[in-house]
């Protein structure tokens, strides 16, 4: 079954970082453009970052340019986003995914993230 | 940025009920707009993609319509599983993903 399992969540002060990971099992993980999509409590959806097979194009929400960094390590299997600066707004579950037809088809379960001092 | 609407934010019906749900973007998406069920404490999943393409394993009671800024998710008999929350989601080539603000499918 195809997997994928986030991890690296935690409760950060504002103005801290964090790394999320985000490990992918049976599938070519090294073909697919993959997404980080998070959740705020009580709140819908939101894409934050995507990037492409070979990591050679990133994109990002406005919201979040220039403190996250996402990133990917094919030989691994293994999806990453880097929050620098964090925000009390940016506390949320986050989602990895695999994108398919312009859409996710594949969800991790989600790592929370919680910015609080 | 490309706003999504979604009507109703929130459903009450019974089970057997046709339910229909209306996604509206404020700019063309073309027909890649995908449905999204989301059950409490559960990732989100893929129901419709490319507007009315039914992902594989989802029941056929699920189906999809429209183009361009707007678009409807219908359930042609609700069952009890079907009780969640249901997002629409569009890309744009400049702006990248957006979800709509959700619809919350409750039990009369």
């Known amino acids: 079954e195809v997997q994928l399992v986030e991890s690296g969540g935690g409760l950060v002060q504002p103005g801290g970082s964090l790394r999320l990971s985000c490990a992918a099992s049976?599938?070519?993980?090294?073909?697919?453009?993959m997404s980080w999509v998070r959740q705020a409590p009580g709140r819908g959806l939101e894409w934050v970052a995507n990037?492409?097979?070979?990591?050679?194009?990133?994109y990002y929400v406005d919201s979040v340019k220039g403190r996250f960094t996402i990133s990917r390590d094919n030989a691994k299997n293994s999806l990453f986003l880097q929050m620098n600066s964090l925000r009390a707004e940016d506390a949320a579950v986050y989602y990895c995914a695999t994108e398919w037809w312009y859409t996710f088809n594949i969800w991790g379960q989600g790592t929370m993230v919680t910015v609080s001092s | 940025d490309i706003q999504m609407t979604q009507s109703p934010s929130t459903l009450s019906a019974s089970v057997g009920d046709r339910v229909t749900i209306t996604c509206r973007a404020s700019q063309s998406t073309s027909s890649w707009l995908a449905w999204f069920q989301q059950k409490p404490g559960k990732a989100p999943k893929l129901l419709i993609y490319?507007?009315?393409s039914l992902q594989s394993g989802v029941p056929t009671r699920f189906s999809g319509s429209g183009s361009g800024t707007e678009f409807t998710l219908t359930i042609s008999s609700l069952q009890p599983d079907d009780f969640a929350t249901y997002y629409c989601?569009?890309?744009?080539?400049?702006?990248?993903?957006?979800f709509g603000p959700g619809t919350k499918v409750d039990i009369k």
């Open positions: 989601q569009q890309y744009n080539t400049y702006r990248g993903f957006t």
């Open positions: 490319k507007a009315s």
């Open positions: 990037i492409k097979p070979d990591g050679s194009e990133k």
């Open positions: 049976t599938f070519s993980f090294s073909n697919s453009w």
